[in-house]
């Protein structure tokens, strides 16, 4: 069984940077492409950045592209997302989520067949 835990998320200002992480076990974390999508309050949820299974490869959404960087240590089964200059639109709940096939095909919710529970982070203006 897959399983994903996030941690870091809490309450910040604006213009803070705050790092998320997520921990993956039952599978060979190498084999998971990962991404981290967020649901704000009211909303859908929404794809935040990808990377490829070995790393070399990330995807951003335009809203954090330049403020955010995901990255993975396979060593630690470990994959994370270093946000800065935060800002109040970026409150909501962050999940990690993991799939063998998902960086061939669209960053949607539907490439992903692991989640996790998630993170809060919220942002006070």
């Known amino acids: 069984q897959v399983q994903l835990v996030e941690a870091g998320g809490g309450l910040v200002q604006a213009g803070d940077s705050l790092r998320l992480s997520c921990v993956v076990s039952?599978?060979?974390?190498?084999?998971?492409?990962m991404g981290w999508f967020r649901q704000a309050p009211g909303k859908g949820r929404e794809f935040v950045a990808r990377i490829s299974m070995s790393g070399k490869r990330t995807e951003y959404a335009d809203s954090v592209k330049g403020r955010t960087t995901i990255s993975r240590d396979n060593a630690k089964n470990t994959v994370s997302l270093q946000m800065n200059s935060l800002k109040p639109e970026d409150t909501a709940v962050y999940c990690c989520a993991a799939d063998p096939a998902a960086w061939r095909v669209a960053p949607t919710e539907s490439s992903y067949s692991y989640w996790g529970q998630g993170t809060l982070v919220t942002v006070s203006s």
């Open positions: 039952g599978r060979t974390f190498s084999s998971l492409a």
